[in-house]
């Protein structure tokens, strides 16, 4: 009836707030925009039940881009557009704010829970301690990039700690934490030097009921059950007693 | 009936998630913790009548140190203890989760948005490019710290955002964000070099219905209307075109 594109995060833990789901209920019409972050189908089957709404699953260049869906569609109606984790997390989504406002339709972000904050908090770690994210990426002919490493060495040298993200790609999927662990490994043996500390934090499944974290050396988390994707890694900088403290309970 | 501690975050928003809300419904008792972050009074309220539970506001005394008093209590009951933002993000609360764990004390956290996620996407910036945050304290006769402004300069210096954070002081209260935006000028002036860059971003209680976020130059919004505490500042470092976008439309 009225045109508005609520933004609604579904958080690490596919978990909606109170106002997101009023919004939901609300809507003209309801996307799930699943590129940016997994949402399980299961959950959307539990948000249609809830809430009455038929969710339908959208791409990327329903979002952005040339004239996306989404934007046709809020120039009549109310959308809701759901996606996991924080929405403002991904450029996507940004992008899609920036556009809406240039055309003059309202828009509502409700927040939620993030990687960025959750995978901090799960590993006992200090978030104001973090410094820049990394992410690694495949290895290819002529493209073995050590900048990630090079990243969390400038991290550690500032006492910081390091959130490390593991690259989506079209062909090859989400990476193994294991694989991301070889390679930061393979960066090492590149650079000539050490950089990684002895013991490392692998997170699996952030916030799905089969989470898993492993906190151990390198070495073992290699050979060890590590769990399925998605998988992040926090590489720990200076540890106060109470973080290594919480960590030695994992 | 069994013993448990589920923390949940009440978000930037205060916005209780689904899994909150029934953890809330279905504990014995249940407190807040206002200290680390303000919940209003209202929002507790809102979450009495629709949960039915009566919430007992808390201190931090209550949750950490000797013997504190959501401990005592959930070696017999169920506690759902409610905090603003993010759980995790606290130290407070950390230390309460390694110590439930060492009672045999089972935990559950609900995650929630938080600062650092959130103030990262209302200013249409990527969080993977923050740097390390830094909290700006109250200046003192022989304490005129300048390590926030330092922390900036290398944040900058490597292409990073910085967020901001306010000082919380028992006597002062809440810092101001003009006062915080004039005391990393004074620093500026004590190093005698200029790091900060012409713009930055103020957020003014983030979450909030009056929620206000100003972008412009330092020396304007020193002078300008920038809503009331709690705050919050967002200095970016080098930006992209579509970040310089989002923030040209706040």
New interface residues.
């Given amino acids: 009836m009225w045109n508005l594109i609520s933004l609604v ?1 579904l ?3 596919y ?7 009023e919004l939901l209920r609300e809507c003209d019409v309801a996307f799930c925009e699943r590129h940016t972050m997994p949402v399980p189908e299961e959950y959307i089957k539990t948000l249609e039940e809830k809430s009455g709404k038929r969710i339908e699953t959208i791409g990327r260049e329903d979002v952005e881009g040339e004239d996306p869906l989404v934007l046709k569609e809020a120039k009549e109606r109310s959308v809701c557009l759901l996606c996991g984790g ?4 991904a ?1 996507t989504h ?2 899609l ?2 556009d809406a ?2 055309a003059g339709i309202g828009t509502e ?6 990687v ?3 995978a ?3 590993s ?1 770690l ?8 990394v ?1 690694v990426s495949f290895w290819r002919k002529n493209y073995e990039p050590t900048s990630p490493l090079l990243l969390i060495e ?1 991290n550690i040298g ?1 006492g ?1 700690h390091t959130l490390v ?1 593991m690259d989506l790609d079209a062909e090859l999927g989400l990476m193994d934490a294991k694989l991301g662990l070889g390679l930061l490994r393979k960066m090492e043996e590149k650079e000539g030097r050490k950089v990684l500390p002895e013991k490392v934090v692998v997170l699996s499944r952030l ?1 799905y009921p089969d989470e898993k974290i492993s906190y151990g050396k390198i070495s073992e988390l290699v050979e060890g059950e590590l769990g399925e994707a998605p998988f992040c890694i926090v590489v720990p900088g200076e540890l106060h007693e ?2 290594r ?2 960590l030695e ?1 994992l």
Same sequence: chains 1, 2.
């Fill in positions: 995060g958080g690490v833990g978990d909606i707030t109170e106002r997101g789901m924080e929405p403002l997390a450029t940004i992008s704010l920036v406002r240039k972000v409700v927040h939620n829970s993030s960025f904050s959750a901090a908090g799960k006992g200090q978030q104001y301690k973090f410094g820049k994210t992410t400038k500032g910081m993200l916030g109470m973080e403290e919480y309970l």
